[in-house]
């Protein structure tokens, strides 16, 4: 998919690597923006990883419970029994053919290709198994980047 | 278009910031507001998540929780 056609998309599924890259200081500055103009989805599996890294991590300095900041600034999907079937059908798909399935993974692919989402992550490496089911696959480095050069281009026009 | 109704005294200060901004219309005004007021949340609820995330350190995370589970 060509970066042109990637701005196109306004709606996005971001898995937990994805998500910790937003938070990151490289990105941090930028993101109430990219948060404005983008809606992004979090599946709730997703959202459990990264919180695990955060409370592991950063236990001592947060306060509070995050995952009502994080529905402040995702729309948070819950799993579902459709969603729960589409993973299922996937998931014994490749089994079926050797390959191995991850199960936040799959789901994430589940979602995506029932609501019609691409997938945002830091590691596109993860879902090369699921290309063959049509699922679209953004880099979210890529998407970053694309979205800072826009910005720019923007503010000086 | 659509009409809204304002008191005096926010209709002068609607029309102060207007000139202030250099704007043509209230429909600008208005928008810019709008925008300004999501920004200012979406500034407040991420500096609840204001952790410095090391990314190599989340790579190796996300990738031994994955291992953990194929």
């Known amino acids: 998919m060509n970066s042109a056609s990637q701005l196109e998309i306004r709606e996005f599924l971001v898995d937990s690597s994805a998500l910790m890259y937003l938070h990151s200081h490289e990105v941090k500055e930028v993101l109430p923006l990219i948060l404005y103009r983008v809606k992004f989805y979090v599946l709730t599996l997703s959202a459990y990883e990264f919180l695990t890294f955060i409370y592991l991590k950063f236990m001592r300095e947060l306060k509070r419970s995050l995952l009502d900041t994080l529905s402040k600034l995702y729309e948070v999907i819950s799993v579902d029994e459709q969603i729960s079937e589409k993973a299922s059908m996937i998931a014994a798909d490749l089994l079926q053919h050797g390959v191995q399935v991850e199960t936040v993974t799959v789901f994430n692919v589940a979602v995506a290709l029932m609501k019609n989402l691409a997938i945002l992550t830091e590691i596109p490496e993860l879902y090369s198994p699921y290309s063959k089911y049509g699922v679209i696959v953004i880099d979210v480095k890529e998407f970053v980047k694309k979205f800072k050069e826009t910005l720019r281009e923007y503010i000086t026009t | ?70």
């Open chain 2, 1 to 70: 278009m659509k009409t809204v109704a304002v008191s005096e005294d926010t209709w002068r200060k609607l029309k102060e910031l207007k000139e202030k901004m250099g704007f043509s219309s209230y429909n600008e005004l208005i928008n810019l507001l709008i925008e300004k007021w999501h920004l200012i949340s979406l500034k407040e609820e991420l500096s609840k998540i204001d952790v410095n995330i090391d990314m190599n350190e989340a790579r190796r995370f996300i990738k031994y929780l994955k291992l953990q589970t194929t």
